[in-house]
């Protein structure tokens, strides 16, 4: 499976934007899509994962209520949308899949696929 992310930028803090992620290859093996994100000097940390097939989502604590996270199964292609949005969130961006069940989608290591990352900055 290949994904090329796409759809990051420089937004004001309060405004919104949104990331896509398009999948191809063997899509049609695809169990889980998520989105992680690095900010310089951190580690890699889990943002949100949809389940392919029944749509389910999962939100780390600090996005919740902010953040969205969808699927179009036609299109191989997951988004996220981010909405009021601030200065702590700015990182790059990373979508990752995975073909089965591999362990809680909170974790890296998890996760066999990895697109290239998009930037994405909020400024204060």
């Known amino acids: 499976v290949q994904l090329q992310a796409s759809g990051g930028g420089l937004v004001q803090a309060g405004g919104s934007l949104r990331v896509s992620c398009a999948a191809s290859?063997?899509?049609?093996?695809?169990?889980?899509m998520g989105w992680f994100r690095q900010a310089p000097g951190k580690e890699r940390e889990f943002v949100a994962a949809i389940r392919w097939t029944s749509g389910v989502t999962y939100y780390a604590d600090s996005v919740k209520g902010r953040f969205k996270i969808s699927r179009d199964n036609a299109k191989n292609t997951v988004y996220l949308q981010m909405n009021s949005l601030k200065p702590e969130d700015t990182a790059v961006y990373y979508c990752?899949?995975?073909?089965?069940?591999?362990?809680?989608?909170?974790?890296?290591?998890?996760?066999?696929?990895w697109g290239q990352g998009t930037q994405v900055t909020v400024s204060s």
């Open positions: 990752a899949a995975q073909l089965h069940y591999s362990g809680s989608y909170y974790y890296t290591e998890n996760w066999s696929y």
């Open positions: 290859g063997r899509t049609f093996s695809i169990y889980a």
